[in-house]
């Protein structure tokens, strides 16, 4: 499966949902999961290696594998706490941000494409995770083009809700399946959007609502996905049952939430 995780606006948690899905997926089902970060000339933009703990160690990235300059091994980095393969994007400015060298590595990079790689390591891997870029650029749109199926993620906030709904169309119009929308960093303030408002804007389903949890930029400051620095978090649970219902396999996520479970169905 080649799944995008997407947004309109940045900073709503897509890196976060990626590293987190990846690690459930690889820790608790035991898939193989590789993450491509697509963010090839805006730099910074995922900080997927970041999530990992892989800032120390970035000599090769995606883009030197698509500039034909290194091999795809040289470029996939293994996370041994969660098993999660990772092909970073570059943290350093890349050398052609010039107008005319952009220009240039856009005609070159549509004409190779991100969509050869994600097809490439859809044939090893269980799960091949696509990192998104935010908005509809022409990174973005390539990106889209690398992926079979979708994730849109925002917060209840009305701007990310917006752009959120945007890239849905785009998504639409490019027949992608969309699995639906997760809703994140909710606060439960009286300015978002409520979870039936949501569901009314969406024509989609909200696969999964997370609150503002510390747990997540705690984690990141270690280096980890939540999941890996508290398994027992709200946050690392609800990652535990979207994966569950994801995959449609099941996941012990202990005895509590089995009783909850239990109840709630009666
Ligand atoms: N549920 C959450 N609770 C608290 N902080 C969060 C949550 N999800 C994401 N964040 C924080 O928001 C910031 C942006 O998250 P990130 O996953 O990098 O977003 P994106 O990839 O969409 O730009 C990070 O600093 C992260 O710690
Ligand atoms: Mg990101």
Sequence with gaps: MILGILSGKGGVGKTTVVSNLATVLSKALGKSVIIVDSSITTTSLSHICLHFGLNENLKET??????????????VY???PSGVKVIPAPLVLYKQVTPAGFKKFMKWLSYRGLRKLTQKLEKEYDYVLVDCPPGI???????????????????????DVSDALRTINYLKSSNKKIHGVIINKIRNKKYELSINELKETFDAPIMSTIGY??????????????????????VSKEFTRLVGNLTGEEINIGWWEVMRNFFRFR
């Design 62 to 75: 995606v883009r030197g594998y698509l500039d034909s300059k290194t091999p795809l091994r040289n470029v």
């Design 78 to 80: 293994t996370h041994s």
């Design 137 to 159: 650029g022409a990174e973005t749109v390539y990106a889209i083009d690398a992926i079979d199926e979708a994730i849109v993620v925002t917060t209840p906030e009305i701007p």
């Design 213 to 234: 949890d510390d747990n997540v930029p705690e984690a990141i400051s270690k280096g980890m996905p939540s999941y890996l620095h508290n398994k027992n978090s709200k």
